[in-house]
Nanobody, 120 residues
Framework: QVQLVESGGGLVQPGGSLKLSCAAS????????MGWYRQAPGKERELVAT???????NYLDSVKGRFTISRDNAKNTVYLQMNSLKPEDTAVYYC??????????????WGQGTQVTVSS
């Protein structure tokens, strides 16, 4: 009932920047928390950043000061601006949204993932 579509991943050199976008669509009544997670090969999925509907943010310690999460509530879209990228940021990045549908069903929704590779 809720679909998340990510875009913006790719290959970038260390020190470079990328901006990820994730647009939610479907039978959405409201979206509380939106966020980004990542999973590197051989590692567990980890939370990168979250943002509430009123703009409160939370970041993984290792990305603080380099990544910025933002959202456009009118467009049901969340962004992740990633600066000063490091090879250890290489992972598949997943969008996440905790949404309430028009049938008043709440649930957690995931995007399909977008690859971010930081390499020279």
């Amino acid at each position: 009932q809720v679909q998340l579509v990510e875009s913006g991943g790719g290959l970038v050199q260390p020190g470079g920047s990328l901006k990820l976008s994730c647009a939610a669509s479907g039978s959405i009544f409201s979206i509380n928390i939106m966020g980004w997670y990542r999973q590197a090969p051989g590692k567990e999925r980890e939370l990168v950043a979250t943002i509430t509907r009123i703009g409160r943010t939370n970041y993984l310690d290792s990305v603080k000061g380099r990544f910025t999460i933002s959202r456009d509530n009118a467009k049901n879209t969340v962004y992740l601006q990633m600066n000063s990228l490091k090879p250890e940021d290489t992972a598949v990045y997943y969008c996440n949204a905790k949404a309430l549908t028009t049938t008043l069903t709440s649930g957690e929704n995931w995007g399909q993932g977008t690859q971010v590779t930081v390499s020279s």
